[in-house]
């Protein structure tokens, strides 16, 4: 018995060992597809949960998450790029977030694919800048080029809505290819819709005829803590069903 067990223990430390080593070959050959390939592009501006989830929905765009390496040393580095390597998500880490953006914004527009950048980074400021550079940048470029971006490049901001005036000002530049995303509505909405607060409810309180909640009937809910994504909540299900 002694005997099987050590085949297994190794055969389970070299199955082991060639799960990670293919892995890390699927992940450079990642890498390498988003570098030259031809296909349309999708870049995620921001190392977090939710770029990660967008990441690993998309099937028909090349693929990339870029991360800013100025505030991060190698060690984090390295350890965030093996998780994710893990994870089979490609990402590169860089020093210049606008200049990385910029070449491949430059990159499709030269060769005629689409391009859609999802910037989230979590920290408003540093989307702010971005999008400023981003938005010079087609500010600049000559009329036939900012038809051909119009067509080609979308750039999402999921931002606070706290700073929506600044983004406003940013999108009225940014030739109709700069798109405000209020990240907090958006789960609002995407809770009400999968939780709707008449989920349980028939024809004793809603009226069929109308689609209107019947007279005395009272909605109530519970929020625990009223942070910035129960807020949208609140605001929308007062939109909604006129609550309150």
């Not at 119009?150 to 809505?161: C, E, G, H, R, T």
């Not at 909640?213 to 949208?232: C, L, R, S, Y």
Request: charged share 25%; with cysteine.
């Amino acid at each position: 018995s002694m005997y099987v067990c050590s085949i297994l223990v190794l055969l389970n430390a070299f199955l082991f060992t060639l799960s990670l080593l293919i892995q890390h070959i699927e992940c450079g050959c990642q890498r390498i597809r988003e570098r030259f390939s031809g296909r349309d592009r999708l870049v995620l501006v921001g190392n977090n949960v939710e770029n990660i989830s967008i990441y690993n929905s998309e099937t028909r765009r090349n693929k990339l998450i870029l991360e800013d390496a100025s505030e991060k040393d190698s060690v984090q580095i390295k350890k965030e790029e093996e998780a994710l390597y893990m994870n089979n998500v490609v990402v590169r880490f860089t020093h210049s977030l606008e200049d990385d953006i910029k070449n491949r914004i430059q990159w499709a527009r030269k060769n005629g694919k689409e391009c859609v950048i999802i910037i989230n980074t979590h920290d408003d400021k540093r989307n702010i800048a971005i999008c400023r550079a981003i938005a010079d940048d087609l500010a600049g470029l000559s009329k036939d080029k900012q038809e051909v971006a119009f067509n080609k490049l979308s750039v999402y901001i999921f931002a606070d809505p706290r700073y929506e005036t600044i983004y406003t000002d940013i999108v009225k530049s940014g030739c109709g290819c700069i798109h405000f995303v209020n990240k907090y509505l958006m789960v609002a909405m995407d809770f009400i819709d999968q939780y709707p607060f008449t989920q349980f409810m028939d024809d004793k309180q809603i009226d069929y005829e109308t689609s209107l909640i019947k007279e005395n009937v009272d909605i109530n809910a519970i929020f625990i803590g009223f942070g910035k994504t129960n807020q949208q909540i609140l605001v929308q299900a007062h939109c909604l069903l006129h609550l309150i």
